[in-house]
């Protein structure tokens, strides 16, 4: 739009941005947005303007494994779902994934829509161990709290990821701590802030791609 956009790190929490003017020789920020909210695993942000117009981004994601495992692998971190940014009426970013990647899609299943009564949990379907991406709409009705479970281990009380909506606190949130049973990670309950309207729906697409986990909500 017609303003200016600073995207940073700061070392200890990863990812921010700013939002606001260039006059004078400076900038002068009206916004300020965290892009990770538990740790600073979400780090170094880059971006660049496509021949569209689009503004694209990318991020480097750490993988919070022991020295020794990483030199084992060989390898550390890996880069984020690149995703598209722009600005919204109330100057925060949107952000979504960019649309080049549905051309990786194959194999693609559907479900028709059911209610599910409180407290009851649904096994929808068997995914892909090294990767897949899901997308699913959420009408909350009078529920305090919603979502999904992925990367589950077979039987009740194993590994699992859960991607969830709290309406109690308004925020959506990655919960790890029973993800990854077998490998070192993190074990937290990782929540940003995001408010839905009374009427709302909750629209996903979550991509798992072996040991990541990456969720937009409502762009």
Request: net charge negative.
């Amino acid at each position: 739009g017609d303003k200016w956009v600073l995207m940073r790190i700061s070392h200890e929490n990863g990812c921010r941005y700013y939002v606001g003017d260039w006059k004078d020789e400076q900038f002068h920020p009206e916004i300020h947005e965290r892009m990770s909210w538990v740790d600073n695993t979400f780090f170094a942000p880059e971006s660049m303007a496509d021949p569209n117009g689009r503004r694209l981004m990318w991020a480097w994601i750490f993988d919070q494994r022991d020295k020794e495992s990483e030199a084992a692998a060989g390898w550390s971190g890996v880069f984020s779902i690149p995703r598209e940014l722009w600005l919204r009426d109330d100057l925060r970013l949107g952000m979504r994934p960019i649309e080049e990647l549905k051309s990786l899609r194959y194999n693609e299943r559907s479900l028709e829509s059911r209610t599910l009564r409180a407290g009851e949990t649904v096994d929808l379907m068997s995914a892909p161990e090294n990767g897949f991406e899901l997308e699913a709409t959420f009408e909350a009705g009078t529920a305090s709290a919603f979502g999904l479970k992925v990367c589950c281990a077979h039987g009740n009380g194993g590994e699992e990821t859960v991607v969830g909506y709290d309406r109690e606190t308004g925020e959506l949130f990655v919960d790890t701590t029973r993800s990854s049973a077998r490998e070192m990670g993190p074990k937290v309950r990782e929540a940003g802030p995001f408010a839905l309207a009374p009427s709302e729906s909750l629209m996903l697409r979550v991509f798992v791609d072996r040991s990541v986990v990456e969720v937009f909500a409502n762009e």
